[in-house]
């Protein structure tokens, strides 16, 4: 089967011009001016970009957490994802207790085969590190896994100490692996949870008065810090304020290899949203939490400035019926996590490009070139090239959509960005070549999806 795309603007991390296209089979096997058409299906762009399909590198489908389950699984989750643009995600495979690390992928696989609807890979999320375990860490790139996560937070539950940490840190440099942590200081947290329910505060917004941006910041700083002399890459996910900001950028400064990204929904809710009324704040819960209109304008900084190198979604999605409001009364109770899979290209594009806060070419650097380069994926993904897999968006600049939880495709009963329209959508969506979301409609097959091998990359 092949496609010719003709008219349209090719858009890369680096460069911007019209050009004809040309996918056989799964690859796009050439790109030029005035392609014949002799394709089995051609395909008039004119007036769209031709854009690669986005990478999310921090979703959680289908995961345990606090009593319940995110809600969204690989089937709906991966149609939410193709329906805003997005044609592969890494998702968090959370080791169990005494669990080894193939045993904890044998699950993730499971909970993917034959509901995938694009291709997946998966992080190893560490919480038992011992003898066992510690030796079986340098096997993981031969189980198609190049990266590890580690939680600073969540005391008692996913949260390791600084030992384990760094332990990790140096196995993975090791070996090929890019250490990834969640960077709050889970024992300030914990006294401070502790102290805000003792003193009867239990509303959503105590959430955010808890886990305070100095508690990430001294987190990323010691993280930062460590990764330095392990001499160990190290990947900070989803910072939100300026003071982790400045950390990373001190690491960045020494000439560490130290990374970092944000989530869309941190440039958009602030920590007043946890206090709406009603237990709505609770929509808003997640970890690390909303903070400031200053973080924001930092935050945009930084993805302007090269600081930060991906924006994802931290995709973990809870009813806020039946799920979010188990916290009632106790907002430690409410289960961390919010959508974004299927919003996070048009809001970054609405709000990012049209408003000149990023460039378009940076758009695509920052939601697909980079996190397909620093995990392993690139150049098969994140890029519109000959050789590289057809995963391609033909994006609409011009076309309005009202964003809404009735109209939406993730499984969760409500949306972050409930009624704000945004300009610029993807109107065709190729994953590998086959064409599986076509304006509104779903042409794609649960468990089409495949498993990501990646790469060691030289950092």
């Given at each position: 089967m092949s496609t010719l795309i003709k008219n349209g603007t090719i858009v890369t991390a680096s460069d911007t011009y019209k050009a004809d296209l040309l996918i056989e089979g799964e690859q796009i096997t050439k790109i030029g001016k005035k392609l014949k058409d002799n394709a089995d299906e051609t395909i008039?762009?004119?007036?769209?970009?031709?854009?690669?399909?986005?990478?999310?590198?921090?979703?959680?489908?289908?995961?345990?957490?606090?009593?319940?389950?995110?809600?969204?699984?690989?089937?709906?989750?991966?149609?939410?994802?193709?329906?805003?643009?997005?044609?592969?995600?890494?998702?968090?495979?959370?080791?169990?207790?005494?669990?080894?690390?193939?045993?904890?992928?044998?699950?993730?696989?499971?909970?993917a085969d034959g509901k995938s609807g694009i291709d997946y890979g998966f992080h190893v999320a560490i919480t038992d590190l011992n003898k066992k375990t510690m030796a079986e860490l340098p096997q993981l790139p031969s189980m198609g896994v190049t990266s590890i996560k580690l939680f600073m937070a969540y005391k008692g539950a996913l949260m390791v100490d600084d030992e384990t940490l760094f332990r990790s840190m140096r196995i993975a440099a090791d070996n090929g692996i890019l250490t990834m942590v969640h960077a709050e200081n889970g024992d300030v947290i914990d006294v401070l949870v502790n102290e805000a329910l003792e003193a009867g505060n239990t509303d959503p917004i105590y959430h955010a008065k808890t886990r305070p941006a100095h508690a990430e910041a001294e987190a990323t700083g010691r993280a930062v810090a460590m990764a330095g002399m392990a001499n160990a890459p190290l990947y900070v996910v989803h910072m939100t304020c300026e003071g982790a900001l400045e950390q990373l950028r001190l690491g960045q400064k020494k000439g560490w290899n130290v990374h970092g990204e944000t989530c869309?929904?941190?440039?958009?809710?602030?920590?007043?949203?946890?206090?709406?009324?009603?237990?709505?704040?609770?929509?808003?819960?997640?970890?690390?939490?909303?903070?400031?209109?200053?973080?924001?304008?930092?935050?945009?900084?930084?993805?302007?400035?090269?600081?930060?190198?991906?924006?994802?979604?931290?995709?973990?999605?809870?009813?806020?019926?039946?799920?979010?409001d188990m916290g009632k009364g106790d907002f430690s109770k409410i289960p961390n996590g919010v959508p974004g899979i299927e919003d996070r290209m048009m809001i970054l594009y609405s709000e990012g490009v049209r408003k000149k806060k990023i460039s378009l070419n940076r758009w695509v650097e920052l939601t697909a070139t980079n996190p397909a380069k620093l995990f392993g994926l690139y150049p098969k993904k994140g890029t519109v090239a000959v050789g590289a897999d057809a995963d391609i968006v033909l994006w609409n600049p011009r076309e309005k959509k009202t964003i809404s939880a009735k109209k939406h495709h993730m499984n969760v009963d409500y949306n972050l960005y409930e009624g704000k329209t945004v300009t610029g959508v993807p109107a065709k969506v190729f994953s590998r070549g086959e064409l599986i979301v076509d304006g509104k409609k779903w042409l794609g097959e649960s468990g089409r999806g495949k498993f990501l091998e990646r790469s060691k990359v030289n950092y």
């Amino acid at each position: 089967m092949s496609t010719l795309i003709k008219n349209g603007t090719i858009v890369t991390a680096s460069d911007t011009y019209k050009a004809d296209l040309l996918i056989e089979g799964e690859q796009i096997t050439k790109i030029g001016k005035k392609l014949k058409d002799n394709a089995d299906e051609t395909i008039d762009a004119k007036g769209h970009y031709i854009i690669p399909g986005g990478i999310d590198v921090h979703t959680h489908l289908d995961m345990p957490f606090g009593g319940t389950v995110s809600n969204d699984d690989f089937d709906t989750g991966h149609k939410a994802a193709a329906f805003g643009g997005t044609t592969s995600h890494i998702d968090f495979c959370i080791q169990g207790k005494r669990q080894s690390f193939k045993k904890a992928l044998e699950g993730w696989h499971k909970k993917a085969d034959g509901k995938s609807g694009i291709d997946y890979g998966f992080h190893v999320a560490i919480t038992d590190l011992n003898k066992k375990t510690m030796a079986e860490l340098p096997q993981l790139p031969s189980m198609g896994v190049t990266s590890i996560k580690l939680f600073m937070a969540y005391k008692g539950a996913l949260m390791v100490d600084d030992e384990t940490l760094f332990r990790s840190m140096r196995i993975a440099a090791d070996n090929g692996i890019l250490t990834m942590v969640h960077a709050e200081n889970g024992d300030v947290i914990d006294v401070l949870v502790n102290e805000a329910l003792e003193a009867g505060n239990t509303d959503p917004i105590y959430h955010a008065k808890t886990r305070p941006a100095h508690a990430e910041a001294e987190a990323t700083g010691r993280a930062v810090a460590m990764a330095g002399m392990a001499n160990a890459p190290l990947y900070v996910v989803h910072m939100t304020c300026e003071g982790a900001l400045e950390q990373l950028r001190l690491g960045q400064k020494k000439g560490w290899n130290v990374h970092g990204e944000t989530c869309t929904q941190y440039f958009f809710m602030t920590e007043k949203d946890l206090a709406k009324p009603r237990f709505q704040g609770a929509k808003y819960v997640c970890s690390p939490p909303m903070r400031t209109k200053a973080d924001q304008a930092a935050l945009w900084e930084a993805v302007a400035d090269g600081t930060l190198e991906a924006i994802s979604t931290d995709h973990c999605v809870f009813k806020f019926k039946g799920q979010k409001d188990m916290g009632k009364g106790d907002f430690s109770k409410i289960p961390n996590g919010v959508p974004g899979i299927e919003d996070r290209m048009m809001i970054l594009y609405s709000e990012g490009v049209r408003k000149k806060k990023i460039s378009l070419n940076r758009w695509v650097e920052l939601t697909a070139t980079n996190p397909a380069k620093l995990f392993g994926l690139y150049p098969k993904k994140g890029t519109v090239a000959v050789g590289a897999d057809a995963d391609i968006v033909l994006w609409n600049p011009r076309e309005k959509k009202t964003i809404s939880a009735k109209k939406h495709h993730m499984n969760v009963d409500y949306n972050l960005y409930e009624g704000k329209t945004v300009t610029g959508v993807p109107a065709k969506v190729f994953s590998r070549g086959e064409l599986i979301v076509d304006g509104k409609k779903w042409l794609g097959e649960s468990g089409r999806g495949k498993f990501l091998e990646r790469s060691k990359v030289n950092y």
